[in-house]
């Protein structure tokens, strides 16, 4: 079955009751049971909820993995992979990620004895610097957040194994439309679902899929333990986002194509950070792992003052100054102060992320007045 059925036909079954083609929201927090421990396969909704079991499996189809976990939102999912994990050991991690993984790393499993290694993971050959008798897991974003940064999933994930480490893979980026990682090593792959997956900007959700039978129960305990799970209603918006993802990722990416190169070719923009470019660093293992390049990325001014850079993100008008990623419309971003605040400026700077940076989230509306947008802005 092509890429394209399987998303719209990813966890669909009609209602048994009804024959409703999409799938009910299941709106209850309890299972009427006909004697104890007598039941349909469903006693509490922490636990199970048939809206999101069906999502469960749809999230399982689209990575090309046996298992589907659905969580409350990204940093969730995030949560219950580091929850594996015990005092003492480590983790090497992209050291160009998103903000919010970084502040849940740094300021809450370091103080429970988890070391956190952050690498450049351009060259895989950088974590032999890392990677000891203590590493139980490589965290790898790629493209990177906000930098576009690519990093080989298969070089790593045969590092990986060698050391018996897992990898988990964050595709939020990606999407599974352009890039499925559990078929390129990885044994974790991550979503925050509320980007791309949801693609409506409606809702906050998260996922991780894999294979491994043990893995899964392990983080099945801890999703149902430490009940970060999402209500019906969210798995419901998550599953009808889902049905679209294919045709919005083919706008997204041509969008972002004639984006990026307008950019590029601006007389006022300084650099364009687009893995799509055929001289990125990343770019040949970008089309390698990769069915498309995207339409997330960055860009920094000739003028690179506070106050042009302000100006320029203030000014536009079918671009939004928002948090996010990932939905039809575009966005626009100042990761400095929004989504990678939480990461010192120091540390920023030192993994090539300046203040002026600026990054775009590049939807599917139409492509010239993405640009004339952008035009009338920088100015």
């Known amino acids: 079955m092509k890429l394209a059925t399987k998303i719209i036909h990813a966890g669909m079954e009609p209602d048994p009751s009804t024959g409703a083609i999409m799938t009910p929201i299941y709106q209850t927090s309890t299972y009427v049971q006909s004697a104890p421990g007598q039941n349909k396969g469903y006693e509490y909704a922490r636990s199970q909820n048939p809206t999101r079991k069906a999502l469960e499996e749809a999230f399982a189809v689209l990575e090309n993995a046996k298992f589907g976990l659905s969580f409350s939102s990204g940093v969730a999912a995030t949560d219950a992979v580091i929850k594996l994990l015990n005092p003492g050991d480590e983790v090497i991690a992209s050291n160009d990620m998103y903000g919010g993984s970084y502040r849940l790393f740094s300021k809450v499993f370091e103080r429970f004895g988890i070391k956190f290694h952050y690498v450049n993971m351009q060259d895989v050959n950088n974590l032999t610097n890392y990677i000891n008798a203590n590493t139980k897991l490589i965290w790898v974003e790629t493209p990177t957040n906000p930098l576009m940064n690519i990093t080989d999933i298969e070089a790593v994930a045969a590092i990986a194994k060698q050391h018996k480490a897992l990898l988990c893979v964050d595709n939020t980026f990606a999407s599974p439309y352009l890039q499925t990682p559990l078929d390129l090593g990885a044994d974790i792959v991550m979503h925050s679902a509320t980007k791309y997956l949801g693609g409506h ?33 969210d798995c419901f918006l998550v599953l009808r986002g889902i049905k679209t993802l294919h045709v919005r990722m083919e706008r997204h990416c041509e969008n972002g194509e004639k984006v990026a190169y307008f950019l590029r070719n601006h007389p006022k923009v300084e650099k364009v950070y687009w893995c799509g470019f055929d001289d990125h660093p990343g ?41 996010s990623l990932g939905g039809i419309e575009s966005l626009i971003n100042h990761p400095a102060t929004m989504t990678h605040a939480s990461i010192p400026r120091e540390e920023r700077i030192k993994n090539g992320l300046p203040d002026s940076l600026i990054r775009l989230s590049v939807g599917i509306e139409d492509a010239d007045d993405l640009m004339e947008d952008l035009d009338q802005a920088i100015g």
């Open 201 to 233: 900007s409606d809702v906050i959700h998260g996922c991780l899929m894999l294979n491994d039978q043990e893995l899964r129960d392990q983080l099945y305990f801890l999703q149902k333990t430490c009940g970060a799970v999402p209500g019906p209603q």
């Open 283 to 323: 770019f040949a293992v970008a089309k390698k792992q990769m069915r498309g390049f995207g339409g997330m990325m960055s860009f920094t001014l000739k003028d690179e003052s506070v106050d042009n850079v302000t100006r320029v993100l203030s000014s536009t008008k079918v671009f939004a100054l928002a948090e």
